[in-house]
């Protein structure tokens, strides 16, 4: 199960809805083994496509640099899909690479950049396989 405060979630919504019609991606930082989703990192689709996201490689690099200096890992991964549900696409499953972080998927299909709700979900992708999650959000971690 994911537990993530409102803030984040909150956060992570809005980035969603402002990168619309393009795809936006981030992600979450915790301590190093505590499951615990502390600090957003909004990064930038270098792609810049409705279709397709791919971190900057000079800002990935900089930032796994940083939360190694920090001592924290990646506890969640996320993206957005403009025109499909929130679920991991073949290309999605294929690039996960962090077995341990939560994969949250945000859908702007219904919504766009307008006002209106979203779907939010988590998954695990380990080896190939998806699993989804239960979310917890809770006023604070």
């Known amino acids: 199960m994911l537990r993530l405060d409102r803030a984040t979630y909150d956060a992570i919504v809005a980035h969603a809805k402002r990168d619309h019609p393009d795809e936006a991606c981030g992600i979450v930082a915790g301590p190093a083994g505590s499951d615990r989703a502390e600090r957003l990192?909004?990064?930038?689709?270098?792609?810049g496509s409705p279709t397709f996201y791919e971190f900057d490689s000079t800002d990935l690099l900089?930032?796994?640099?940083?939360m190694d200096d920090r001592d924290e890992e990646p506890v969640v991964i996320y993206h957005s899909h403009t025109a499909t549900e929130a679920y991991p696409s073949r290309t999605d499953t294929g690039l996960a690479s962090e077995p341990g972080a939560h994969y949250v998927l945000v859908s702007t299909r219904e919504h766009g950049n307008n006002d209106g709700p979203v779907e939010f979900r988590s998954y695990r992708i380990v080896d190939g396989e998806v699993s989804e999650e239960e979310i917890e959000l809770v006023d604070e971690l």
């Open 62 to 66: 900089k930032l796994y640099r940083e």
């Open 41 to 47: 990192v909004e990064m930038v689709n270098a792609a």
